[in-house]
Structures are given as C-alpha cells and as structure tokens.
C-alpha cells in the first residue's frame, strides 16, 4: 500500500477525529442504528469541541472548504502544493466514518450546507454563515440526480424572497440551525435561475413534513421540508442573484466541487473500517494473507482481501487528488466525480463481500459488518448517483455538453 505521509498540521486533527470515532462513536453506532430518530446526547459534546476548534482556526469547519485568506482577509498566493479546508476536512470524515458514518453525518455545524456556503457565499456571507449547521435541500419528489429539474421557486417581494416548493432526502433536515435551499428565481430561463437560499431554521413558512425510515445511515435524520410561502431575508440568496444563462446553473454547481470528494472520504472511512474487520475475521479463522506471494498462490478469501484492498487504496488516492487540486484552486469536477464514483462503488463491493466472506458471523448483529454494509450503499447514491458521476466523467473527458451527452 502506498503511505502518503500527513503534514503536522494535518495529522494533529485527523488524530484528534480518530480518537472521537474510537471513543465515542463506535462505542454508540449499533445503540443508534437501532434507536432510529432518537437525538445522539453524546454528541452535544461534539458540538461544542467543534465550536472551540473553528473559533481557534484549528477546526475544518465545511464552512471554511476551498476558502483561505491571510490576517487581511485577502487571498494568499499558492506557492507549491497547499493543504488547506479541503484536504483536512477530507482527513477528518476518513476518521470519522471509520467510527459511524451517520453519527459523523449529525455532527453539529458540519453539514453539507456548510460546503454550498463555502462554495458560492460572498465574504460577508461567510461572515455571517460561516459558524450555523446548514442542512442541503435539493432533492424534490419530481427528480433526484437531474439538480437542473428543481421546480421550487423564490420570487423577491420588496426586501424579502418568498420559497414554495418541496424538498425530500433532507439529511439532517430537522436537526440543522439552517438549510441551504435550491430553488429558480425565473423558471423561464432555465437552470441558469436556479439559486441557493440561506433558510434559518424558525424561517415562517418553512416546515418538517415528516423523517424517513431508512436502509442505514439511522443516526442521522433524513426529512421531508415544505417551504410554503417562507419568507427569508433577501440578502440570504447565495452569491449574485443575477441570472446568466450563459454561465448556466455553474455557480451552485461549484457545490458539488467540494462535497463530492468529501462523500468519497466517507466511503473510504467506512471501507477501512470494513477490511480492518475482515482481516481480523480471516486471520481467526487462519487464513494468511501476504503481500509476498501472488495472490493465486493464496488462499481464496486472502486473494479476494487483497483485490478488494487494491480498490480501497485506488479510491483513497482519487479523493486526496480531489481535495488537493480545490486547495490548490485548480478545477476539479472530473476529479470530484472520478472520487465520488470510484469510493462510492468500492464502498458498497468491499462491505457487501466482507458480509459473504464472513459467513453467518458477517451476517449476523455481532459485529458491525451487516450495519456497515447498509450504511456504504447511500455513499454510492447521494450527491450524485453511480450513473450521474458516469455521465460527468464522459462530458469532460469528450468534451460534450449535457445537451450533447444525456
């Protein structure tokens, strides 16, 4: 395996989220996979630690991904290769995820609305937005992966915007201070209207409908919204609120540049903890696996361990290539969707034969694997399923638009 060697700066916070996944959440995970909707206590803890890490600057706040500036507030020059809110929020879910990936999903403050702030906010936004818990609200009943379907609309009344519409799959929908909401300020031009809005919680006209019972992931809370008539400040709108339909929807698109990677780094923290479990299993049951002798030389389970280890290393290497090139202010769609597509299956193949090849024992409620295996499939769906990620990859390696390639 290759062993990319973490800067100190990196290393002291990922050591730090590895001693809260070992601690806290795995002693809690199957506690709450059966307690589904029940609040996580423990985790109120969390909240405040990851308050004082932000206020100190030593935190990875989602609010903070991609943005750096020095003590003027101005943009630093990038001399040689920069690790920044990207890659250390990236190291930080890998060790979270090793604990629970729906304990790490209900950490205060570090919602994926967080990265949609950072992605498209203005400064003073930032300013204002940078230390909420923003949930992401996106998906509707009309369309999941199709984020250019949104029919939710924001017309501005005076100094206000008023939302309509429904949003489903709102992870921690009921729980988050804020949610970041998708919606079209002008349904006749297109995606290239479509807009974030900054929603606070006690918005009027904004509303839980329901939480959803779920295959896995049952820590965090998963909501319906309805946003009838919600009136919000009109400075709330992420952004520039002018509509370019040249540029088309590419301003919250930048979102994804940032959240992809992220959801790759969970998959990767979860397959971890998978093969370190596997291993053990085999290892009782006397099965050797050795990086000496050609896996067909090995015994069948050491040569299946060692292809599904491959994969996992391949998809830790897409994602640290993808948080690295939005630190370093390159353009990184192919690469986010590349992460996400690669850790999203791998997840998912190495949980589900980890199940098989531990036999009745991987099946059954004694270990985590089972749970493991339900919690890895929506890391394969969310922010863009298997097929989307597919899609993008083939438009930027041909250089097709989404009109050319469907």
């Not at 006397?286 to 896996?295: F, L, N």
């Amino acid at each position: 395996m290759i062993n990319l060697e973490l800067p100190k700066k990196l290393k002291a916070s990922a050591n730090q989220a590895h001693q809260v996944a070992a601690e806290i959440f795995r002693p809690i995970s199957r506690k709450y996979d059966l307690s589904e909707h029940e609040y996580p206590k423990e985790l109120d803890t969390m909240a405040a630690m990851v308050e004082g890490l932000n206020d100190s600057g030593q935190g990875a706040s989602g609010a903070a991904l991609g943005r750096t500036s020095d003590q003027n507030g101005d943009e630093p020059k990038v001399i040689g290769n920069a690790n920044g809110g990207n890659m250390a929020s990236l190291m930080n879910v890998i060790e979270t995820c090793w604990g629970d990936v729906g304990l790490t999903l209900s950490i205060p403050y570090q919602g994926l609305g967080n990265s949609a702030i950072a992605a498209v906010a203005t400064d003073e936004q930032l300013e204002r937005f940078g230390k909420v818990w923003a949930s992401m609200a996106i998906t509707e009943p009309s369309f999941g992966s199709d984020s250019a379907a949104v029919t939710a609309t924001a017309v501005l009344d005076g100094d206000e915007w008023v939302l309509n519409g429904e949003k489903i799959f709102v992870t921690a929908g009921e729980r988050s201070s804020h949610i970041v909401v998708w919606a079209s300020v002008d349904k006749s031009k297109g995606r290239a209207a479509i807009k974030s809005f900054v929603v606070p919680r006690e918005a009027p006209g904004l509303s839980v409908a329901r939480l959803e019972h779920k295959l896995g992931i049952k820590a965090s809370d998963t909501a319906v919204l309805l946003l009838q008539d919600c009136r919000i400040p009109k400075d709330n709108l992420l952004g520039s609120p002018e509509v370019n339909v040249e540029k088309g929807f590419a301003g919250v698109m930048q979102t994804f540049d940032n959240t992809r990677p992220i959801v790759a780094g969970m998959a990767v923290g979860l397959g971890r903890a998978v093969l370190e479990e596997l291993r053990s299993v085999l290892e009782e049951a006397g099965v050797e696996i050795s990086y000496d002798t050609p896996a067909y030389n090995q015994h069948a389970a050491a040569a299946e361990f060692l292809a599904l280890e491959a994969d996992w290393e391949a998809s830790y290497l897409l994602a640290l290539r993808a948080a690295w090139m939005a630190d370093n202010k390159k353009p990184n769609s192919l690469e986010a969707s590349m992460s996400k597509a690669k850790a999203g299956r791998t997840g998912t193949a190495v949980s589900l034969k980890a199940v098989e090849l531990a036999g009745s024992y991987g099946y059954s409620q004694r270990p985590l694997l089972e749970k493991w295996a339900r919690d890895s499939k929506i890391l394969d769906i969310f922010e863009g399923t298997q097929q989307i990620q597919q899609l993008i990859i083939a438009r930027r390696l041909l250089g097709k638009t989404s009109s050319e390639l469907k």
